[in-house]
């Protein structure tokens, strides 16, 4: 059994993270010609074990960026000495896996090839809950709302809205712990710059889709450092102000200037770009706190942003498109 | 007969070996930690790890040292206790702190810089000889601590 301590974990991860892809190397990936080209690149690389190329064809590479993503996830379980923190960076697996058998429920179909597992929640466990509908198994903040959700089903279906309240369960859960834990180190920072962009981003959406304030009271997430009455507030003002109106908190100034960007130019995902570049940079503050969780999730992120990267590589290849690579940990 | 002063004596002793080795222990003990989380990556990396993890432990020597020199002089090696005042008891308690303190800090600090230097080398195995100056530097303010603690001792006229 692997000592549970800073000093332990982070010597495992400083030699883990020797293996991982770096910029260049996924640059050469996307510049290679064909598929089996940047697959034998990638292989060469040691990624994924000793798998022969030809042993994989253009479905293979989806399950083996999963089996490897997989594995870090489960390391990362194994060594962390803050298992409650660590798991909110897991909880967005689990968002997706809730939100997926839902709708796979609604449908009547099953949908084994999109779940994933490594998330907090086991799978079998989420399957079952799902199935019988029964959440009383589930931390509070997800137990309230997924039988919200249940009741609101028997009404009517919207997507776009269970699939905003399983998000808001997921931010209500993380505030939970952070304050439970009375946490104040970067774990808060990331969850909360991560709410407020989302937020920002949701009236963006909602000016664009037209949508009214009750529809954007829905998508708004707790946690973050900027009132939900700015955004609820703001949903009418015009474009060109709506970045300053942000400017509140430690971050308001980045948000606002996302925001302002976005309105010059256009550019939709401007506004996610931002906050994945946002976001690592919280993660790269405590990069070198040696004897704190933040190497360790930085591993984890890392290696998120690495799978995420190989899969629009691997999908612009078949596809023959170009692509911006995301943002990087390294 | 022991005297307090002989009682004095014996605890300043003691305080450079306890507190001095508590340090090493705690230091030896962090970069250890560090160094097991490496080895079980990457085993070839065993013999800079030891290098590393065993700098911290020096403090508890030189505690001891020191501790040995104040029993040496007060005759408990030989079986013929001298009989201390109290000033000159006192005085050899002192003589113990600088070491016990200064050894009980360094080495839990060298520690954490050992393990750092311990991850450096994971990374860039070819660096691990700065990491281990980063790590000696440390050990200067054990060293001054022995150099007080070495020079009060031997001032203590019995």
């Keep these: 059994m692997p000592q549970a301590s800073y000093e332990y974990a982070v010597g495992r991860i400083s030699v883990l993270s020797n293996k991982m892809l770096d910029a260049a190397q996924l640059r050469r990936l996307s510049e290679a010609g064909t598929f089996h080209e940047a697959l034998a690149m990638l292989l060469e690389t040691g990624y994924g074990g000793n798998i022969a190329a030809e042993h994989i064809n253009n479905q293979e590479i989806d399950y083996l960026i999963r089996e490897q993503l997989q594995i870090s996830r489960r390391m990362v379980w194994e060594l962390t000495p803050e298992p409650e923190l660590t798991s909110l960076f897991l909880l967005e697996v689990d968002t997706h896996n809730i ?23 086991s799978l ?3 399957k079952e809950c799902i199935k019988t509908k029964n959440y009383d198994a589930m931390p509070d903040a997800y137990r309230i709302m997924m039988n919200k959700i249940e009741n609101e089903l028997t009404r009517s279906v919207d ?8 998000d ?17 180190s970067f774990v808060r920072e990331y969850f909360s710059l991560m709410a407020d962009f ?35 507030d703001n949903i009418d003002t015009p474009m060109e102000q709506l970045g300053a109106e942000f400017n509140r908190g430690s971050h308001g100034k980045l948000i606002s200037q996302t925001v302002e960007e976005y309105v010059t130019t256009g550019q939709t995902p401007v506004l996610k770009h931002k906050m994945e570049t946002a976001l690592m940079n919280v993660l790269r503050s405590v990069k070198w706190n040696m004897f704190s969780l933040g190497p360790i999730i930085g591993y984890l992120m890392a290696r998120e942003a690495e799978a995420k990267a190989l899969r629009m590589i691997f999908g612009a290849n078949r596809g023959g498109f170009e692509i911006e690579l995301p943002e990087l940990y390294a | ?41 990457d085993p070839d990396k065993f013999g800079n790890v030891l290098v590393l993890q065993a700098l911290p432990g020096t403090q508890g020597i030189y505690g001891l040292l020191i501790a040995f020199i104040i029993v040496l002089n007060i005759g408990v090696i030989d079986g013929n206790i001298k009989e201390l005042s109290t000033f000159q008891g006192l ?11 200064g050894g009980l800090l360094s080495g839990i600090y060298q520690g954490k810089v050992a393990a750092s230097g311990i991850y450096l080398c994971a990374k860039r195995p070819e660096e691990t000889g700065k990491g281990i100056i980063l790590t000696a530097m440390v050990e200067t303010y054990a060293v001054l601590s022995l150099l007080i603690s070495f020079i009060m001792v031997n001032g203590v006229k019995l």
């Excluded at chain 1, 997507?159 to 399983?166: C, K, M, V």
């Excluded at chain 1, 954007?216 to 009455?229: A, C, N, S």
């Excluded at chain 2, 009682?7 to 097991?36: D, E, K, N, R, Y």
């Excluded at chain 2, 308690?93 to 303190?101: H, M, N, T, Y």
């Design chain 1, 99 to 121: 939100k997926t058998l839902l709708k796979a429920r609604l449908l009547g179909v099953d949908a084994p090839d999109v779940l994933i597992a490594g998330g907090y929640f």
């Design chain 1, 124 to 126: 079998e466990f989420l």
């Design chain 1, 159 to 166: 997507p776009l809205i269970f699939s905003a309240e399983i």
């Design chain 1, 168 to 184: 808001q369960a997921m931010f209500k859960h993380i505030k939970r712990v952070l304050d439970k834990k009375n946490d104040h």
């Design chain 1, 198 to 232: 989302q937020n920002a981003r949701s009236v963006v959406r909602a000016r664009l889709m037209h949508w009214d304030v009750d529809k954007l009271r829905v998508l708004l997430l707790d946690g973050g450092e900027i009132d939900h009455k700015v955004f609820l």
């Design chain 2, 1 to 41: 007969m022991i005297t307090l002063g002989t009682a004095l004596a014996f605890g300043g002793a003691a305080i450079a070996a306890a507190l001095a080795g508590v340090g090493s222990a705690m230091g030896v003990g962090i970069a250890g930690q560090a160094g097991s989380g490496v080895i079980s990556e």
């Design chain 2, 91 to 101: 005085a050899l308690l002192f003589s113990g702190l600088p070491i016990g303190i």
